[in-house]
């Protein structure tokens, strides 16, 4: 039972935006880029980020992996995230049907970048 409150109150604050970035207000009013990534999206990214730190539901883990989603938002539009995500996570198919995931320049560069946004907001949401 502690569980699914716990979780539902994850949820809440990923729905409310709970972030620990001042929002930017937009000084140019001819383009105005929002990160927007689903919130489905989010919860899946901190669910599976807390998986990879151990597993343990305590407040400075779920934090620390709702800040990082906010810190990857800040550097990859959602659609790069998703594309990048894709090419990383199916690179490792084997033979020819594989190389589409692996070989072209966009792959490349969009996992590099991912690497990239993860290592940053690693490093600036997890205490070490």
Known sequence: MNKIVF???LCIALLT??????????TDTTAVVMHDYPTRDRVEYVFNCIAKH????????????????????????FAEYEAASTFAMLRS?????????????QSKDLRTRLKEAESYAESSCFVK
């Open 7 to 9: 979780l539902s109150a």
């Open 17 to 26: 935006g709970c972030s620990t970035t001042a929002e930017k207000q937009p």
């Open 93 to 105: 198919t084997p033979g020819e049907k594989g190389a589409v995931f692996r070989d072209p320049s």
């Open 54 to 77: 151990g597993g343990k539901l305590d407040y400075v883990t779920q934090y620390a992996c709702g800040c990082k989603i906010d810190k990857i938002a800040e550097k990859l539009t």
